[in-house]
């Protein structure tokens, strides 16, 4: 079956444009996270979603940035005013239930360059 | 809170030659444990996890990894490295069970492997 997919796989972007990223995760799965992977910070978790509960966005680095889980499915992590800083891999992952031994399955992740 | 550390980001071998990769962790709750492997432009791909039970965890590739509580280390072995070996390697201790599975990821160690 297929595995979780992310788009774009690459984005360039100016300073101060808004990006969209786009998760697609595995099908039922019904726990979804967002990562990002930076040289400076490395991976560092940034928002999860569990079914029809609030998610957790302890992680999200500032209030530029936002996420969004629509039908339990497809997620888009959004950054607002994008700062270079905001250059790193954002991964998505899902898996059956947010379990603490279950498995994350990882896409291939979004490549963000800012300008 | 927890935290993981990996000694060395980069770790060179020979083909053959022992694969060990090293994992301490701080956790104020049993930890789950987990092994991950990135290879360039890719997600990351789970090769072992530690969850309660034997302490020894065997994973995909000939890797396994040994789960020390007195010494917080969840330490990764291969006993012949392969040129298919070389790759990022990513130790992870999953957050609070109430809190979802967040994960909290080492820095990372990449391996080199030499002909």
């Known amino acids: 079956g297929a595995g979780v997919s992310q788009s774009p796989s690459n984005k360039v972007t100016e300073k101060g444009k808004d990006v969209e990223l786009r998760c697609d995760p595995i099908?039922?799965?019904?726990?979804l996270y967002w990562y990002r992977q930076s040289l400076g910070q490395g991976l560092e978790f940034l928002i999860y979603f569990q079914g029809n509960s609030a998610p957790d966005k302890s992680g999200l680095p500032s209030d530029r940035f936002s996420a969004e889980r629509t039908g339990g499915s497809v997620s888009t992590l959004t950054i607002q005013r994008t700062q270079q800083e905001d250059s790193a891999v954002y991964l998505c992952?899902?898996?059956?239930?947010?379990?603490?031994?279950?498995?994350?399955?990882f896409g291939p992740g979004t490549r963000l360059t800012v300008l | 809170a927890q935290s993981v550390t990996q000694l060395g980001s980069h770790v060179s071998v020979s083909e053959g030659a022992l694969v060990l990769l090293r994992c301490n962790y701080s956790s104020s709750v049993p930890p789950y444990l987990f092994w991950y492997v990135q290879y360039p432009n890719q997600g990351l791909q789970l090769l072992l996890k530690?969850?309660?039970?034997?302490?020894l965890v065997k994973g995909i590739n000939g890797f396994e990894a040994e789960f020390k509580k007195s010494e917080t280390s969840f330490h990764l072995t291969k006993p012949s490295a392969h040129m298919s070996d070389a790759a990022e390697y990513f130790c992870a201790v999953s957050g609070y069970k109430a809190a979802g599975n967040k994960l909290t990821f080492g820095g990372g160690t990449r391996v080199l492997v030499k002909p």
């Open positions: 530690y969850t309660t039970g034997a302490t």
């Open positions: 099908s039922g799965h019904t726990a």
């Open positions: 992952a899902s898996s059956w239930d947010s379990g603490r031994s279950v498995e994350q399955f």
